[in-house]
């Protein structure tokens, strides 16, 4: 009885379970990049090469792609095709649905092109003044459909780029002569009125003000309508970080007074969020680092974030620094692009060659101009206890940090094209006036992909600060090189400015130089090659009146998808400011 009954089950588990099916594409005459087009487009293949198929599954594949095989057809210029799709010898189209065999062995995709059309006439009219056809749409060309399809999108979309937001086609005449084997293409479209733009109207409900959330989007209420600007107002909102989701949807009838509605449906994201990080150096020790934010704090899409950083637990670079920053940014000030940000900061810094206590209040904004570059400017209070070998001092200094971000990589995380360039200028003056100058930073990187998985990164960091004598800057506006973010394979902070006997400071110049190649061994595993080189000097033009060192190594990365996780091995190459091997783990590229 158990034996029957397991027979019984696997009968009917195997059902209809399409064993060994085969599909096999026959196209006269012969055309290899035609074929493959056929076959990637077509249903039965993919049904016939799943194991779970049954034969059923295979029947409705085969009934479904005489459609899908005539538009790749139409698509290549072909308009007097012949399609047969035999299943066991049976012509698919005239079996049921719901009456397939109970396996099927082979599946015939028979197909005949035919002759390949080119245009006779192909036009769109009316055009908005700078409209520009898909290259390929005109007389002599190959008849391709999705030309026809390209062409009145891109009639539509000149229409709409001039305020025309209802643009659409009117008619459309499509003859295809067999006799000549051309297609004539003519399209008429149907502008509309030229329309301005309306109220934006939220559709759900929001913990953001209505009319903070009108302020964010800065959509140009009366002004000519453009699909760009709702792009860009879209683009305000998720930039905001208050809401999880973001659509806007243009009204299907403009109003009575030539404007046209907006509606946004918006999701908004959770209120808090919790973070952690932490990266690892032989030299520099543990450091970790944690955040808490909340989002939408008055009902603005104001953000409140509290950081806490601890670095150099068990290292051999000074003591612990602790970090604890503060700040609070309210987006859409002034205009829809400006973010205001208040900010504070109390620092203390036990570094090799000095300690410093400090606090800093600040107050600025930051301007989008667009996904790429970005601009800022502020005002900074800062006071700093520092003890090092230049004596006891303290500083109260006035600063007007400015800076630029121009970034044009592919992936911000793991790029592999492109490039970034950072600047900031930072002025500063001491309130009793004796101390007045300047601190002025570039970083610089660019990226270049050789075939699929070989990438060359490059790197040039750029420091002076102008004005004041070495013993008239805080130490930490001054320049160290060595350790993670300058030269792997050098002690942190292990190169600066020699004073009298041992002691020792920060340079007012620095450069350093950073190359990279990249190999991706798998889609997870990379190896990486570099060599870094870092300079310091008293002075503050970069390159002059100091010393060199540098470090080369290896390291390997595994790709998280949301950044890889970096381990680098290096060593001094030159310069006397260390020896032996360096390790750092982090997540990130090194740059």
Known sequence: MRAF????????????????????????????????????????????????????????????????LIGVLYAKGYYGPEISIRVDGREAAGLAPFDAPETIGEVQLRVTPGPQFRFSRARVDPLAPGTALPEGFAPGAIARSTLIEDA???GITGWRKVGHAKAQVADQSITADHRTRQLDAIIRLAPGPELRFGRLLIRNESRVRTERIRAIAGLPVGKTFTPDAIDRAAKRLRRSGAFRSVALREADQPNPDGTLDIAATLLDEKKRRLGFGAKLSSQEGLGLSAYWMHRNLLGGAERLRLDGDVNGIGGNSGGIDFTFGASLSRPATFTPDTTLTFTGLFEVLDEPEFFERKIELGVGLAHNYSDRLDVSGGLGLRYAEVNDDLGRRDFLLLTVPLGVTWDRRDLPLDPSGGFYLYATAEPFVAFDGSTAGARLTADARAYRGLGERVVLAGRVQIGSVVGPRLDQVPPDMLFFSGGGGTVRGQPYQSLGVDLTGSQRTGGR????????????????????????????????????????HSGAGLGLRYETGLGPIRLDVAAPTGGSTGDGVQIYIGIGQAF
């Open 509 to 548: 110049a620095f450069l350093g130089l950073s190359g990279e190649v990249r190999i991706g061994v798998t889609d997870k595993i990379g190896v990486v090659g570099f060599a870094d080189a870092g300079f310091i000097g008293a002075d503050s033009i970069p390159g002059s009146d100091g010393n060199w």
């Open 5 to 68: 009954l397991l027979a019984l089950l696997f009968a009917i588990s195997t059902a209809g379970v399409i064993r060994a099916a085969e599909v096999r594409l026959a196209l006269t005459p012969e055309n290899p990049d035609l074929a493959q087009a056929l076959r990637a487009a077509s249903l039965t293949v993919s049904a016939a090469a799943d194991a779970d198929s049954r034969a059923q599954d295979i029947l409705a594949a085969a009934r479904a792609d005489y459609q899908r």
């Open 152 to 154: 009145a999108q891109a």
